[in-house]
C-alpha cells in the first residue's frame, strides 16, 4: 500500500458548494443526512441503461446496453438517438455490449467521443468517433476501432472509460470472464485484462502510450497498463476537484470492494486479484507486499455487485459536498463515504433506492444522477 493512500489534505471548516476559487471538501465531521436528499426521475423508458454522462454542455447522454445513446435535453428526450451500434455488438452474455461513453476533453472544438462495446465476435473495443455537423448526431462513418482486445468469456468485459485530468483515456479491463480467473490475467503483466490502462488519444488517428506509464520501461508489462490486479471494475471515477481517483471492484462470491487512489499517485497500483478478494485470500498464493487494499468493503450479506460512483461536487446539495457515493446493483442500497477530520475513511448506508443500479452519473455541473437498469434515470435533488 502506498504512503500516500491515508495522507489527509486540510480540512475546511464547514461543508459548501466548490467552485474554482474555493478549497475542495476532503474532509468531513459526520455523515451526511439522507434526510435532505431524494431521488426524481428525470427520463424512463430505456433498455437496460447503464451510463449518463456529458459533453460539457446542458445534455445529458444515456447509454443503453443494447446499444443506442440517447440524448436528454430541455427537460426532454430527443427522438433520434444519437448513436446506434446495436448492429456491431454482442449481447448474447448477460455483461456484454455497449458499456462505455466518454467524450474528449476538447470535446467542443474536436468533437471526438469514444465507446467501449463486446464486438460480433465478444473481443473489447475501444472505439473513436466523431460528432456530425449536426451536434445530436454522431457520425456513424468515422469510427475508428483503436483497441480490440479478445475476451476468453461473455463476462467480466470492464467497459468503462473515463478522461482522467492528465487528459488521457483511463479504460477499465475485467480478467476476461469465468470465475476466479482461471487464466490468471489479472496478475499477469503481459495481458490487458484485468488492468486499468492509460492511454494518449490526443493525435488523429489511433493511440499512443503516455511516456510517464508505470511499467512503459519494463518489457515485462504491456506498456498500456496503468494499475493491475482488478476483477471487474465497474465503475471508476475522478474526483472532479482534487483529481483523486474512485475504482470500485467487483468481487467473486464473497466482498464487494471500493479503492482510493489519489491524485498524486504516479500509476502501478495491484489492486490484489485473484491473490485477493477485497482484504481476504483467494487464490491461497503468498500476498506480495504493496498490494493496494480497499477503503471499504462489505460482505454478499449486503448486496451481490458493487456499482461506482462519484464524490459529488455540484451546488444543488452542499450537505453532500466532498462525499463518494456508490451502490449495490442487487440491493440498490447507496452508500455514502468520506474521510472524517482525523483522516480515516466512513462509509453509511444513505439510500434504499429498490432498483438496480447500474451505473451513476454527473452533468457538467457535477449534479448527480442514479441510473436504474431496469429503464430509468434519476437525479439527487434537495429533499422538500
Given amino acids: 500500500m502506498r504512503k500516500l493512500w491515508f495522507m489527509v489534505v486540510v480540512a475546511l471548516a464547514g461543508v459548501s458548494a466548490v467552485s474554482a476559487q474555493d478549497t475542495p471538501v476532503t474532509t468531513r465531521a459526520a455523515a451526511p443526512d439522507p434526510a435532505q436528499v431524494r431521488l426524481v426521475q428525470v427520463a424512463g423508458g430505456f433498455q437496460r441503461p447503464l451510463l449518463v454522462t456529458h459533453a460539457g454542455d446542458e445534455r445529458l447522454f444515456i447509454v443503453e446496453q443494447y446499444g443506442r445513446i440517447h440524448i436528454y435535453a430541455g427537460g426532454a428526450l430527443l427522438p433520434a438517438p444519437f448513436l446506434d451500434v446495436s448492429a456491431l455488438i454482442s449481447t448474447r452474455g448477460n455483461e456484454q455490449g455497449l458499456l462505455g461513453l466518454a467524450f474528449h476533453p476538447d470535446y467542443a472544438d474536436n468533437g471526438q467521443f469514444f465507446i467501449n462495446y463486446t464486438d460480433r465476435q465478444g473481443a473489447t473495443a475501444v472505439v473513436r468517433y466523431r ?23 461473455a463476462n467480466h468485459n470492464g ?12 479504460v477499465g479491463m475485467g480478467d476476461g470472464g469465468s470465475g476466479g480467473d482461471p487464466q490468471g490475467y489479472g496478475q499477469n503483466p503481459a495481458a490487458l485484462l484485468g488492468k486499468l490502462l492509460r492511454l494518449d488519444v490526443n493525435g488523429e488517428t489511433g493511440y499512443t502510450v503516455p511516456d510517464d506509464n508505470p511499467f512503459v520501461n519494463n518489457t515485462a508489462y504491456a506498456p498500456e497498463i496503468w494499475a493491475l490486479g482488478l ?10 476537484a482534487t483529481g483523486d481517483l474512485y475504482v470500485a471492484d467487483v468481487g467473486q462470491n464473497a466482498i464487494e470492494e471500493v479503492n482510493f487512489v489519489p491524485a498524486d499517485s504516479p500509476g502501478g497500483e495491484n489492486y490484489g486479484w485473484n491473490i485477493l478478494e477485497g482484504t481476504g485470500r483467494f487464490s491461497g498464493e503468498p500476498v506480495p507486499e504493496g498490494l493496494l487494499m480497499p477503503f ?47 483522516g480515516n475513511w466512513q462509509a453509511s448506508r444513505f439510500l434504499e433506492t429498490g432498483t438496480t ?21 434519476l437525479r439527487f435533488e434537495p429533499a422538500g
Fill in 357 to 377: 443500479v447500474s451505473s451513476f452519473g454527473e452533468d457538467a455541473a457535477g449534479e448527480l444522477y442514479l441510473v436504474s437498469h431496469s429503464g430509468t434515470v
Fill in 231 to 240: 476483477r471487474n471494475p465497474w465503475r471508476f471515477s475522478f474526483d472532479r
Fill in 131 to 153: 460528432v456530425s455537423a449536426d451536434p445530436n448526431v454522431a457520425d456513424a462513418a468515422s469510427a475508428e476501432i483503436i483497441l480490440s482486445i479478445p475476451q476468453p468469456y
Fill in 296 to 342: 471499504y468493503e462489505y460482505t454478499h450479506r449486503d448486496g451481490c455487485s458493487v456499482t461506482g460512483g462519484y464524490v459529488y461536487r455540484g451546488a444543488a446539495l452542499p450537505d453532500l459536498q466532498g462525499v463518494y457515493l456508490f451502490a449495490d446493483y442487487c440491493s440498490g442500497v447507496v452508500w455514502a463515504s468520506y474521510r472524517d477530520e482525523a
Fill in 159 to 170: 467497459g468503462h472509460l473515463a478522461f482522467g485530468p492528465d487528459g488521457y483515456l483511463y
